[in-house]
């Protein structure tokens, strides 16, 4: 098991350009895989988590050729073309890759069974495997978690199905189920979640229309290969816009990410903190938004979060809550169920990790009460989570001792290089073990 150990520091300063978006680059390779021809990625996330994806679709037939870092190209087998893995596809750490390979599992002519590591086994998959039974899927789960097995055969149909909880995730797999279903599928959003989905499936010819939270698509004969380039993972880049906010002692540049509308609901809620924001170099990456934010030192104070934003921000919240913990006064989230179920219970673990370093809280059922003070030194239980180890490593900058964080090892699933690229803008992190 590995460590960091952060010890306060002077402040953050400098520009730095985070690894590319991992949710982007899940669905270029499995895209990719099924369209007909090459498709070229550029800015693809070498983390293990995109790494398993990379290596399912390599199961499943398709051709991956990697000629150069962040470079990958695709050569896609066709709609109809993926072929029955000859082992369990193992997603790691992913849950993504697994709620989207249930999608385009689903309508496939052969069997497959997707595993995961011992924290994803524990994450419930029936929110997608039930839509998917309604589009005659036969999907299977264990007590509702994987392993999840998926019988080939059944001609899919199209659906019409409202959301009861907001999920990208399962928007996602029942559009890529769609692409094999009769009759368009329409999914319906209680509130707005990532559309990287929606935007991929355009650039690669597919007929999806979305209007008003309803995202409609209608089945293509086939998907025909492009250029994706990948931005900046905008998840990534909440870190060190945190640790701007919170620690900066001259302006934070952090260049080329990825603006989707339906990912930036943390620029809103720390503006809404007064913290200083600007979007700069705009510029798009293909279907996505891009653009450098630089951040200036501000002071924060204590808000209540908009629920609106929480579908826009909810990979965001470990690194919001220290900036909660950083500000003036009380922050309150709630309508946050969703962060129980991600690589931990979310809202337990950051609680506990802020009872270690000194931070008044109270955990709510949908979200946490956090009393914006000093923060000290501690220990802290990451629970495997990378983006909880980061936020605490983030949190250093206003500790008044060190902050050692536990089981860091899966940081690398979704942002390898975290530690040389935080202590090269002023983090004291060491790693260890």
Not at 273 to 301: F, Y
Not at 406 to 413: E, I, L, M
Request: glycine share 12%; hydrophobic share 45%; net charge neutral.
């Amino acid at each position: 098991m590995s460590d960091f150990i952060v010890e306060p520091g002077a402040g953050v300063a400098g520009r730095v350009r985070v690894p590319g978006d991992k949710s982007i680059s899940h669905r270029a390779l499995m895209f990719g895989a099924i369209a007909s021809g090459t498709t070229r990625v550029t800015g693809f996330l070498e983390g293990e988590d995109c790494l398993a994806t990379l290596r399912a679709v390599t199961s499943l037939g398709a051709r991956v050729e990697r000629p150069a870092a962040g470079e990958v190209w695709i050569e896609g087998v066709g709609l109809a073309g993926l072929g029955a893995p000859t082992a369990v596809l193992d997603m790691g750490n992913a849950g993504t890759a697994m709620r989207l390979f249930m999608g385009l599992l689903a309508g496939q002519s052969f069997d497959s069974e997707l595993v995961g590591d011992q924290s994803l086994m524990r994450r419930p998959m029936e929110r997608v495997a039930r839509p998917l039974r309604e589009m005659g899927a036969r999907i299977e789960t264990l007590e509702g978690r994987p392993p999840v097995r998926i019988h080939g055969g059944p001609r899919l149909h199209g659906i019409r199905y409202a959301m009861p909880m907001a999920s990208a995730q399962v928007k996602s797999a029942l559009l890529l189920a769609g692409l094999y279903a009769e009759g368009a599928t329409t999914v319906i959003e209680p509130a707005v979640t990532r559309d990287h989905t929606e935007r991929m499936l355009q650039s690669f010819g597919v007929d999806v229309t979305a209007r008003g939270g309803t995202v409609t698509l209608r089945p293509p004969t086939r998907l025909e290969s492009t250029r994706v380039e990948v931005p900046g993972d905008f998840s990534s880049a909440a870190f060190f816009i945190v640790a701007a906010c919170i620690g900066a002692r001259a302006p934070v540049v952090i260049e080329g990410v990825g603006v989707n509308p339906t990912r930036i609901g943390l620029l809103e809620m720390l503006a809404l903190m007064g913290a200083d924001l600007r979007l700069v170099n705009h510029r798009s990456a293909g279907a996505e938004p891009v653009a450098d934010i630089e951040v200036r030192p501000a002071t924060l104070s204590g808000i209540r979060v908009p629920e609106r934003l929480v579908p826009i921000a909810i990979d965001e919240f470990p690194a919001f809550f220290v900036a909660a913990a950083c500000a003036r006064g009380e922050t309150l989230v709630t309508g946050a169920e969703e962060l129980r179920v991600k690589e931990s219970d979310r809202i337990a673990v950051m609680a506990r990790g802020l009872d270690a370093v000194g931070v008044r809280n109270e955990v709510l059922p949908d979200g946490l009460r956090i009393e914006g003070g000093a923060i000290e030194g501690g220990v802290v239980d990451s629970h495997g989570d990378h983006r909880v180890a980061m936020a605490f490593a983030v949190a250093s900058l206003r500790a008044s001792g060190a902050i050692e964080i536990r089981d860091v090892a899966n940081v690398a699933t979704s942002f390898p290089g975290f530690a040389p690229l935080a202590r090269s803008v002023g983090l004291r992190l060491e790693e260890r073990g």
